[in-house]
């Protein structure tokens, strides 16, 4: 199978290209003046930066805490609030049994794929009923968020995905990514084949379960997206940072121009795991907006169990299965 | 960067740009995804062209960030990887493939390859890396690149079996 994997490459690599569509000289032009836009940037970035607060040019985010509106503060900035929103739960033990959707939804993989076995199995069924109970906040009603993977129209095991690695002669389970999105009639807005089938504009909704040490698996900067490309390179607004009573610390970012929105909530717990919740406006034209309330979104992260979520050793190491050797 | 620097940059890209943008669209499927990448990895190496000072390593590095860069673009793209069926094997499809027809059937099989895998494949019998180097341009462990070519190369079997044969050229 090597060799035909070889084969079907040469000839895929055989067939016509397009001719290039760029030279040394542009590549060597947008370096030059990207290196000259760093230089500047670092010269001018801090005093740019102090003038453009002192006149109020740029968009504010007043983030609202009982239904009070924080003192406005600058895009980038760090708000410690005090007082939780009304709608944040206490973090606090629950039953850790596995959901018995998960359970179901994982019954109805094919073994035979290769999916979920061992240690993978394991985890998939411990994250899933916390993707299932962000579900449950972000869409109460279960009439928006559809998923990605075809019949499977909540948060399931199958969103496990580039959970694993290995290194060192141990499996590190680094996290859980779930891709949803949120429409208004609750269409998942691709077909099968990614190919979109759109009724409207969409939310892509991103849920991150991450073991100790996982670098971020965001983008730095906000990036809705217009026509499937990336929407905005603006910095986010300012950090609202919420502490609750066991040292969980709950932080939320946002940022929303005229052609879109994006969020970040990141519930950061004691242990070092993190649940993180990523969503952007995706649309075809015109303005975006989210859905979501700011108490809504930091709600959606104050999820309690991962805590109890055992990843299996709590640094998030599982003994490494023997990997099959294909030489 | 110096201007004799500059001059050994534009014949690196010169001799250098279609071979890798060639190798980016077989880990992608999409000429003008795979210009992109080139260019994003071209002008990173514009960047760390005095770092990467050994001319073998020129090629490799930009691989390293076209390959990174395109299983982060799955990531956040909205590109997801699915599950399918067991299909009968069929691997003797691809013998005659040669024509656009049937290459871009070839194509389209591919495509049903999560993106890690189908990048991990190429690497390792298009590019000849070793597990070694494999490991590194797709930071990860040759662990996980020994299970990633296994799986991908299980993927592609099923993935050619749902092709039909080819026509003659």
Redesign the interface.
């Known amino acids: 199978?090597?060799q035909?994997?070889?084969?079907?490459?040469?000839?895929?690599?055989?067939?016509?290209?397009?001719p290039?569509?760029?030279?040394?000289?542009d590549?060597?032009d947008?370096?030059r003046r990207?290196?000259r836009a760093r230089r500047a940037a670092t010269v001018a970035g801090a005093a740019a930066g102090m003038l453009a607060v002192g006149a109020g040019v740029l968009p504010l985010w007043a983030f609202k805490s009982d239904g009070r509106p924080a003192p406005p503060a600058p895009p980038g900035a760090t708000v410690i609030v005090p007082t939780k929103p009304t709608a944040l739960r206490t973090s606090s033990s629950e039953d850790a049994a596995p959901d018995p959707g998960c359970v179901a939804d994982l019954g109805r993989?094919?073994p035979?794929?290769?999916?979920f076995e061992g240690p993978e199995k394991t985890a998939a069924l411990q994250t899933c009923r916390v993707l299932k109970r962000v579900d449950a906040v972000l869409d109460p009603d279960g009439k928006h968020l559809s998923n990605?993977?075809?019949g499977f129209h909540q948060p399931s095991p199958?969103d496990i995905?580039?959970g694993f690695?290995?290194?060192?002669g141990m499996t590190t389970f680094d996290g859980v990514?779930s891709?949803i999105a949120w429409t208004a009639d609750g269409h998942y807005p691709?077909k099968?084949d990614?190919k979109p089938d759109m009724s409207g504009p969409y939310v892509?909704v991103w849920i991150t379960i991450q073991a100790a040490g996982g670098s971020d698996?965001?983008?730095s900067a906000p990036?809705h997206q217009i026509n499937?490309q990336s929407g905005s390179t603006r910095s986010w607004g300012p950090t609202a940072v919420y502490t609750l009573t066991d040292g969980s610390k709950l932080t939320l970012t946002r940022e929303q121009d005229r052609v879109g929105a994006a969020a970040l909530a990141t519930h950061s717990y004691p242990s070092g795991n993190r649940l993180l919740l990523y969503v952007n406006t995706?649309q075809d034209a015109g303005t975006g907006s989210l859905p979501f309330t700011d108490d809504q979104l930091v709600a959606a992260v104050d999820v309690p169990g991962i805590e109890d979520v055992q990843l299996p050793i709590d640094s998030g190491r599982l003994p490494?299965s023997a990997?099959?050797?294909?030489r | 960067m110096r201007p004799d620097e500059e001059a050994e940059f534009r014949r690196y890209v010169t001799d250098r740009a279609q071979a890798l943008r060639r190798t980016a669209h077989l880990m992608c499927g999409d000429w003008h995804q795979a210009e992109d990448l080139v260019q994003t990895a071209l002008l990173k190496l514009y960047r760390a062209w005095r770092r990467v000072e050994h001319p073998g390593n020129r090629d490799a590095y930009v691989r390293q960030v076209v390959v990174r860069a395109l299983i982060d673009e799955q990531r956040r793209g909205w590109r997801r990887e699915r599950p399918f069926g067991a299909f009968p094997d069929n691997v003797a499809a691809i013998e005659t493939a040669t024509s656009t027809e049937d290459r871009d059937e070839l194509l389209t099989a591919l495509a049903r390859i999560p993106a890690r895998q189908r990048a991990t494949l190429v690497l390792r019998f298009w590019e000849d890396y070793s597990v070694e180097q494999a490991a590194k341009a797709l930071n990860c462990s040759e662990g996980t690149v020994k299970s990633q070519t296994a799986r991908g190369l299980t993927a592609l079997r099923e993935a050619l079996a749902g092709i039909r044969e080819p026509s003659a050229d």
């Open positions: 199978m090597e035909k994997a070889h084969d079907v490459f040469t000839r895929l690599a055989a067939g016509e290209e397009p290039l569509g760029f030279t040394a000289d590549v060597v947008r370096g990207q290196a993989l094919d035979s794929e290769g999916h990605a993977s075809p199958i995905i580039n690695s290995s290194s060192g990514e891709q691709f099968n990614n892509q698996p965001y983008p990036d499937g995706a490494a990997p099959p050797s294909p």
